[in-house]
């Protein structure tokens, strides 16, 4: 049986505040060809814990040479103005394909009036939003904003963690929530029990590399009972569809 073509939707470059191996993308990369994922959208580290000017700037640095490789313009909504500026400056690079809100970073809610704002701007760009969800708090916030915005693709990072029953019925009432279930402790049959309930097409792969090799997910998803054009689905097709990627049978086109 031919290997599905995999697109990561949830990778870092940098380092984090946590044990384990951490670096630039060279060990995005080195992880990637080890594990047989053909391509990843980025975020950067230090845009999410530090600066999200100097970070973005770096990623697009790391990345522009790349063919395999795109990126998210993190934001952060307690700066509004400076995320606007972002938005603009990536705006028409074809390597940023999406944008990244890390509410507990930030110090604020998914339901809070400054990611509203931010949301409202994204909305008409129609580029996915990638948000980290962790609780049934954050579930149920994205879960109106999904509402709020029934055109723009939000993938829920973490699918909730431990609120991931919740994330499956929030994705089961709004088409434009992807479920992405990248999680340091990953729960025996949340993701299957995704699949029953809501369907292939509204999951999408992510490992959480580098703070994780990608075999920790990898292994979650080989175990799922599913035909081979759902799997083509869940683990390249969702994603090439709402980042507007295409990937051909022997590369990139």
């Known amino acids: 049986m031919t290997s599905p073509l995999i697109l990561d ?12 191996e951490t670096g630039g993308i060279a ?26 000017g100097a ?29 606007e500026q972002e938005i603009a400056r990536y705006r028409t690079n ?20 400054r990611v509203t704002a931010l949301l409202d701007i994204l909305a008409p760009l ?4 990638l948000l980290h969800t962790w609780g049934a708090g954050e579930v149920q916030a994205l879960q109106r904003q999904a509402e709020r915005h029934p055109e723009l693709p939000l993938i829920m990072a973490h699918a909730g963690a431990d609120a991931w029953r919740l ?11 992807y479920l992405d279930f990248t999680c340091s402790t990953p729960y ?11 369907g292939s097409s509204q999951l999408v792969f992510g490992s959480d590399a580098t703070l994780f090799d990608p075999l920790v997910m990898l292994a979650q998803f080989e175990r799922l009972q599913m035909g081979a054009s759902d799997r083509a689905l869940v683990m390249s097709g969702n994603a ?9 049978c022997g590369g990139w086109i």
């Open 27 to 52: 060990l995005n990369q080195r992880l990637m060809a080890r594990r047989g994922i053909s391509a990843a959208v980025i975020s950067s580290a230090r845009a999410v814990v530090q600066d999200i």
């Open 94 to 113: 074809p390597r940023f394909v999406g944008y990244k809100i890390h509410p507990a970073y930030a110090g604020c809610s998914i339901g809070d009036a």
């Open 188 to 198: 025996a049959g949340a993701i299957q029990r995704a699949l029953d309930n809501v």
């Open 240 to 248: 090439q569809r709402i980042f507007n990627i295409k990937l051909g």
């Open 126 to 129: 129609a580029k996915p939003v």
């Open 55 to 83: 970070g973005n700037a770096e990623l697009a640095d790391e990345i522009k040479a790349s063919t395999n490789l795109f990126a998210y313009v993190t934001l952060n909504p307690n700066i509004r103005a400076v995320s």
């Open 9 to 20: 939707v949830h990778q870092h470059s940098g380092p984090w505040p946590f044990c384990g």
């Open 167 to 177: 994330a499956i019925q929030a994705a089961k009432s709004c088409p434009n929530l």
